[in-house]
């Protein structure tokens, strides 16, 4: 059973950075798809990026060029480095999984998630 663990989060001013981490364990199989979705209040939730066990990652267009997904497969973790952080980027982070790597996955599409953390929060002030 896959399951996720994910920590990290705090408040920031705006431009400002923080690290999150997920730990991961349970997958199959040598292939496998992480990745890093949120939820605002009163919004949808969303997805920031993924990546594929071995290496191509999408990013959401908001977060291109700010945001950066890694891996540290030694120790079945997971991080994502937020920098230039803006009031919009302020919610719930949710470390994300799917064993299959579903093209919906892949496209940051949550209903095709197979396993979330319990999220950890972002805040942002301006």
């Known amino acids: 059973q896959l399951q996720l663990m994910d920590s990290g989060g705090g408040s920031v001013q705006a431009g400002g950075s923080l690290r999150l981490s997920c730990a991961f364990s349970g997958y199959r199989s040598s292939r496998y798809c992480l990745g890093w979705f949120r939820q605002a209040a009163g919004k949808e939730r969303e997805g920031v990026v993924v990546v594929e066990s071995d290496g191509p990652t999408r990013y959401a267009d908001s977060v291109k060029g700010r945001f950066s997904i890694s891996k540290d497969t030694e120790n079945n973790t997971l991080y994502l480095q937020m920098n230039n952080l803006k009031p919009e980027d302020t919610g719930m982070y949710y470390c994300?999984?799917?064993?299959?790597?579903?093209?919906?996955?892949?496209?940051?599409?949550?209903?095709?998630?197979?396993?979330w953390g319990q999220g950890t929060p972002v805040t942002v002030s301006s």
């Open positions: 994300a999984g799917d064993h299959y790597c579903r093209e919906g996955f892949l496209r940051l599409m949550s209903a095709f998630v197979e396993a």
